[in-house]
């Protein structure tokens, strides 16, 4: 993990320094792209105010089962790992009925794929092997990753 935060932190502070090493002899035309660059383009759902709310709220329990599960199986405890993977990211009928109030096609089918492989997550902790469980979490979390580039509340 460690190593992780060291590759981040070395990365970031590779971005910086181009960032600002860029600055010099950058011209108004370059500055222009930057902003252009900047822009969020991504394809904005627009939810209702409530709705906002309930949604962060729910990405905030998926964030923390994700860690819970990280954490859990690194003390082997691959069964209570499977469970929340199940509850928190499968495809409860509570979160069949969430995505399926969204109007966008292609999200609500990307939150189902989602909700589905949590629960293959979960089927794979059950086997209580260390590789393919974490190769389950990963694909679990290209979702978390796929989707985020894509939509924008
Ligand atoms: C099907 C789409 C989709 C999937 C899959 C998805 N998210 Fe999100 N998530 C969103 C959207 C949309 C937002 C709002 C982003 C915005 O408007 O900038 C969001 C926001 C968030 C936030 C911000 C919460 C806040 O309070 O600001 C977190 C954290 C988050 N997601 C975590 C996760 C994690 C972890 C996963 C995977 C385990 C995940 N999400 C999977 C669509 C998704």
């Known amino acids: 993990m460690k190593k992780v935060w060291i590759a981040a932190s070395v990365f970031i502070g590779a971005v910086g320094f181009n960032a600002a090493?860029?600055?010099d002899g950058m011209t108004h035309h370059d500055n222009h792209q930057h902003e252009?660059?900047?822009?969020d383009t991504r394809i904005s759902l627009g939810l209702p105010a409530q709705m906002k709310q309930h949604q962060l709220s729910n990405m905030r329990e998926h964030m923390e089962a994700i860690k819970s599960i990280t954490g859990l199986i690194s003390e082997?405890?691959?069964d209570e790992a499977s469970k929340i993977a199940h509850a928190k990211l499968g495809l409860t009928?509570?979160?069949q009925a969430m995505c399926n109030m969204f109007e966008n096609k292609n999200f609500?089918?990307?939150g189902l794929a989602f909700h589905k492989s949590g629960d293959d997550l979960g089927d794979v902790l059950k086997t209580r092997n260390m590789n393919t469980s974490l190769r389950a979490l990963?694909?679990?979390m290209q979702y978390c990753v796929e989707c985020h580039a894509t939509f924008r509340q």
Not at 36 to 39: D, G, I, S, T
């Open 108 to 110: 609500k089918s990307l």
């Open 36 to 39: 252009m660059h900047m822009a």
């Open 21 to 23: 090493f860029a600055k």
């Open 138 to 140: 990963n694909k679990t």
């Open 93 to 95: 009928a509570d979160m």
């Open 76 to 78: 082997n405890k691959f």
